[in-house]
Structure formats: structure tokens, C-alpha cells
């Protein structure tokens, strides 16, 4: 009975490190989409377009070894969380490069001289900020620290803020054309949803440590 155990923790390690991996890729992946709508880099764009089938990937990998986990050794209590957990991330990281692919998609639709500096300054603070909540949410899976996570509503909460104070900057006449205006209040929309992505991670930290 002792090798079944040893097998299914060595692979439930590789599931964690697994997920980890996927994260790491992910903060890279974000960063890039930053600077590339930051500079509009068509270049950068095609890159994180080609690059999100990695993501599909992970997670398709993720779930695959988790189901089988769950499915021959029946795991209970901490260990059952943890695949659970490792799963329902695996998607919001999923999710998240999901997003960042659409980031791209916009800002090949947009010309270099159509954004003037203080759309570009709105969005890449509130990119910046998205970016340290998934730094924050997925520090707070390694560390298994529900204290750590607890912030994230409030890191959330600011993103929300600047994302309405840049909607009404489009309601006070700005002479931004139309389809360009449309794109982004996209793109400030899916950092927006990154953020809410992390604080549901960080709910998952917490089941995670308590169970509830």
C-alpha cells in the first residue's frame, strides 16, 4: 500500500509544479501584452496570438492528470483540495492568456498615432496593477497563505476604480474616433477581468487551507 501512496504523491507534485509553471508563463505572457499595447506592437501581438495554444495545453494537461488522480486513488481531505484547486486554476490561468490573446488581437487593429498618451497611461496602470494581483494570487498558492490573498479584493477593487474613471473619460466628449474608442475600452475591459480572475484564484487559496 505504500508504493501506491509514494506514486500518487510524486505525481501529485508534478501536477503542482505542473501549475506553477503555467503561472509562471502566464506573469511573462501578461508582461509582454503590457508593453505590447503599451508601444502597440503588431509584432508582440502576433507572438502572444501564436503563443496561447501553450495555455490550452497546460490546462487540457492539468486536468487530464487531476481527473486520473481523482479517478484511481480517491483522494480525501488536503490532498482532494489540492487537485481540485490545481484544476479550477489551471482554467482561470486559461482564461487569463485567453484574455491577453484578445488584448493582442485589439492592438493589431489599432494604429501607432490613433492613442493619444493618456489612454495608454490609464491602461497600462491598470495592467500593471491586474499583473500584481496575479502575482499576489499565485504567491499565495505556493505559500498555501489565506492571510496573503486576502488583499486581493481590495488590490481588485482599485482596477474596478480606474476602470470606470477611464469609461467616463470617453463620456466627456474625447475626440478619440469611434472604432479606436471601441478597442480600448476593450482591452481596459480584459485587464478588468484578469483582476477578477485573480481574486477567484485567491478564493480557491482559501478552500484550499480551510476547506471552506
Not at 154 to 183: I, K, Q
Amino acid at each position: 500500500m505504500v508504493e501506491p501512496r509514494r506514486d500518487f504523491h510524486h505525481r501529485l507534485d508534478e501536477l503542482y509544479v505542473e501549475l506553477l509553471r503555467m503561472g509562471g508563463g502566464l506573469l511573462a505572457t501578461m508582461e509582454k501584452t503590457r508593453l505590447c499595447f503599451l508601444e502597440l506592437d503588431h509584432v508582440a501581438a502576433d507572438e502572444i496570438i501564436a503563443g496561447d495554444h501553450l495555455f490550452d495545453d497546460y490546462r487540457n494537461r492539468l486536468e487530464e492528470e487531476g481527473l486520473e488522480l481523482l479517478a484511481l486513488q480517491a483522494p480525501v481531505a488536503v490532498d482532494l483540495r489540492m487537485i481540485v484547486v490545481i484544476m479550477r486554476i489551471a482554467q482561470k490561468f486559461e482564461r487569463m492568456a485567453d484574455l491577453c490573446e484578445d488584448i493582442a488581437v485589439a492592438v493589431k487593429n489599432i494604429r501607432a498615432v490613433s492613442l493619444h498618451s493618456w489612454i495608454k497611461e490609464a491602461i497600462d496602470e491598470m495592467a500593471r496593477r491586474s499583473l500584481r494581483l496575479v502575482e499576489r494570487a499565485l504567491e499565495g498558492f505556493k505559500e498555501r497563505d489565506a492571510g496573503m490573498v486576502r488583499e486581493l479584493e481590495a488590490m481588485d477593487d482599485s482596477v474596478d476604480r480606474l476602470y470606470r474613471g477611464f469609461f467616463r473619460e470617453f463620456d466627456r466628449g474625447r475626440d478619440e474616433e469611434l472604432d479606436v474608442a471601441v478597442r480600448v475600452i476593450m482591452v481596459a475591459r480584459f485587464f478588468e477581468r484578469i483582476a477578477d480572475h485573480a481574486v477567484d484564484i485567491g478564493d480557491n487559496v482559501r478552500f484550499l487551507v480551510s476547506g471552506r
